[in-house]
């Protein structure tokens, strides 16, 4: 009962946030002389704590998916941010690019937290409470939440939506405060067995606070509509997972930020 009341809102919201197109503006930052255009949404109705969310989009950049879910979640009152990792001038138009980009974020994990850290002093420029801020990305972004929290950016919570979980063996382990929710497809083919465990050994040698859901039937990417619905490829939408998992990530701003409005 409490899952359809739920999800009775959540399809509410959306439709709402599609008519009215929410809030989302051109936001531009630097990192050094490199400009960088990220995209910020202010609530009409901000919950109490001021709560946000930055968002960490897929290895193609900021794209439809990533902005959905600024749009919804500013609907609920949070204020959000999604991050511009590449920067102007290295945006990628296909897969092949997009591999190479986010390919060196992952060799490079200190200028991947440091874009990160940056969006983030971003969002909260824009109004959002420093001590109220959960990160969460979709695929190479999802490595990036994950990375927030290796780099103890002084963050709540992060999630990972289908995101890849290795991490390079020669960096130490350090402990992690920020709660850590991933939410994986069950036959994800981009994330073997022993990146799972791996993964699950980290956390617990961290100390860390977290949870790894799993989404019968899905692959790669399931809460992007544009991916597709053949998982054979690997990578495809799965609409009940997409449900399921952006119920869980409610579930989590409300334990670690709230949502509750004025």
Known sequence: MKFTLRLTCLLIILFSVNRLHAQLSPHIYFDGTKKLNGEAAVPKIATKKKAGVLIIPAWKGIDDNSRHSAEALAALGYYTFIAD?????????????????????K??????????????????????????????GYCFGGTGALEAARAGLPVQGVVSFHGGLWRDTVRSIQPIAAKVLVLHGADDPNVPQKDILAFQNEMRAAKADWQMVYYANAVHSFTDPAAGNDNSKGAAYNALAAQRSWLALL????????????
């Open 107 to 136: 060799k490079n994990v200190k200028d991947y937290q440091r874009r990160i850290q940056l969006a983030l002093n971003q969002l909260i420029k824009s109004g959002a409470d420093s001590s109220k801020i959960v990160v969460i």
């Open 85 to 105: 990792i590449y920067g102007e001038g290295n945006y990628p138009t296909n897969s092949k690019e997009a591999a190479t980009q986010a390919g060196y974020y």
């Open 251 to 262: 579930d989590f701003l409300d334990e670690t930020v709230g949502e509750e409005t004025k």
